[in-house]
């Protein structure tokens, strides 16, 4: 199991940009895929966008693609996403998860940081 702590969120204007970090402890990232999801005000989580253990592929939903961009420094232990022409409708609260390469369920995750956007 490994432990996940999101880092970066906070208030931005429309627009704008962020980029948040996910940082493993108690065990490292390896031969794991990471996920992002988010979770708007009174709304269902969402994935947003997940890269494979070997960084080789990524895919996102429609709504962030040419937008947002996840990229992972397993040196670190650390996975990123970048946000940027942040909209409005992008305000929620992200979370990280991982789970082992080859398997379906996330079952590590963060306890997420919040994004907020403002016009």
């Known amino acids: 199991q490994v432990q996940l702590v999101e880092s970066g969120g906070g208030l931005v204007q429309t627009g704008g940009s962020l980029r948040l970090s996910c940082a493993a402890s108690?065990?490292?990232?390896?031969?794991?895929?990471v996920g992002w999801f988010r979770r708007p005000p009174g709304k269902a989580r969402e994935f947003v966008g997940g890269v494979s253990w070997n960084a080789y592929s990524t895919n996102y939903v429609d709504s962030v693609k040419g937008r947002f961009t996840i990229t992972r420094d397993d040196a670190k232990n650390t996975v990123y996403l970048q946000m940027n022409n942040l909209k409005l409708e992008d305000t929620a609260v992200y979370l990280c998860?991982?789970?082992?390469?080859?398997?379906?369920?996330?079952?590590?995750w963060g306890q997420g940081t919040q994004v907020t956007v403002s016009s």
């Open positions: 108690g065990s490292t990232f390896t031969r794991r895929d």
């Open positions: 998860a991982a789970k082992l390469f080859g398997t379906a369920m996330y079952n590590d």
